[in-house]
């Protein structure tokens, strides 16, 4: 098994080595798998300790010397144990907006750099508090789901919602939503 799983990762050798400490969401992973090769502990026979659902330490091995990358969602984390199997990393990615997953003061001590998503999303989940906002006090999606099922005709007009205060919303043109 430890050759297929060799001939997978050697399909594009001259690309830099990502190491995805779980399945990526989404399109990600193909994204990645443009411009890296990545290592998937996952699709492999010992590669994940069933334990603890964390790559192997057989996997880690196998690769230790490859690895300068690796990209972590919340769920999975960066330990110690981890850093101390990859010795040559350089660099630890996550996708989201905290990093208590990642042990910072390991990585700050042998030099291991890390990049998160910071605030980027911000006005994203932002607007998307909005939307739900008003979906839900407007009753937008009840609506919609009350007439789609043919219950307008038997039982009439669908009740409305509330309007939304906006003095609830903005004070001195600041959002008042959390994470904004």
């Not at 098994?1 to 990762?9: L, R």
């Not at 006090?137 to 205060?165: E, H, I, T």
Request: negative net charge; proline residues 7%.
């Amino acid at each position: 098994m430890a050759e297929e799983e060799q001939a997978k990762t050697d399909c594009s050798p001259h690309l830099p080595v990502i190491l995805l400490l779980q399945p990526p969401t989404g399109s990600l992973g193909e994204q990645l798998s443009r411009r890296f090769r990545l290592l998937k502990p996952w699709e492999a026979e010992d590669g994940v300790d069933e334990a603890s659902g964390e790559p192997s330490d057989a996997f880690l091995a196998r690769h230790a010397d490859a690895v300068r990358s690796a990209v972590c969602f919340p769920g999975c984390g960066v330990s110690a144990r981890l850093l101390a199997l990859l010795p040559r990393l350089e660099c630890v990615v996550t996708p989201s907006m905290g990093v208590n997953h990642i042990d910072m003061a390991e990585c700050q001590r042998r030099g291991v750099a890390v990049a998160n998503a910071g605030a980027v999303f911000c006005a994203d989940t932002a607007d998307y508090a909005v939307g739900l906002l008003i979906d839900v006090l407007r009753r937008v999606s009840a609506a919609d789901r009350y007439v789609r099922s043919g219950r307008w005709p038997q039982q009439g007009k669908f009740p409305l919602g509330s309007k939304v205060d906006p003095h609830l919303l903005f004070v001195s043109r600041s959002p008042n939503i959390i994470g904004a």
